[in-house]
């Protein structure tokens, strides 16, 4: 996550060399609008799901004393919304940046979301044997109704 985050960041710094480095896709005017509502649209979908968690939430992955299976607001839509709006957030600043290093960046931080929910996916099926595996068939992961 380190590492992507130092990517992206370099990332932001690029769009200012653009015409020493070719960036992904014409620096418009629309299209770092674009990534801007990504972005945004991303934060409120994890600002939400975060909400929702309430006493639940932890940084780490890691079972809290009474810990609840949520499926309410944003969790009936998908089962890691918080995942959902930090890629969407992700994906609006490659967007909006254009650079291929944003995109590494990118790239790199999202596999170490997808290796963090797998780990969470683990503990949630041992913490709740039937609930989460109904859960999981009726629910997708990341965008709903696709995956």
């Keep these: ?13 690029l769009p200012s060399y653009r015409h020493f480095l070719p960036g992904l896709w014409p620096a418009w005017p629309a299209t770092h ?16 799901a975060r909400q929702t968690l309430g ?20 969790y009936a839509l998908m089962r890691h919304p ?7 957030m992700l994906i609006g ?3 909006s940046l254009g650079t291929p290093i944003a995109l590494l960046g990118m790239l790199v931080m999202s596999a ?13 099926h041992e913490q709740f044997p039937r609930a ?4 999981e068939r009726r629910v997708k ?3 709903p109704f696709v995956w």
């Design 55 to 74: 006493h639940n939430w932890s940084i780490g992955v890691e079972v809290k004393e009474e810990h609840e299976l949520v499926i309410a607001g944003p």
């Design 1 to 13: 996550m380190v590492i992507g985050g130092v990517l992206l960041w370099i990332g932001f710094t």
């Design 33 to 48: 609008w674009i990534g801007i509502a990504l972005a945004v649209l991303g934060l409120a979908i994890a600002v939400w």
């Design 132 to 135: 989460y595996p109904d859960y």
């Design 93 to 95: 600043s490659v967007v």
């Design 82 to 88: 918080i995942y959902t709006g930090i890629i969407l």
């Design 141 to 143: 992961r990341l965008i």
């Design 112 to 124: 170490s979301v997808v290796i963090k929910l797998r780990q969470e996916e683990q503990m949630m």
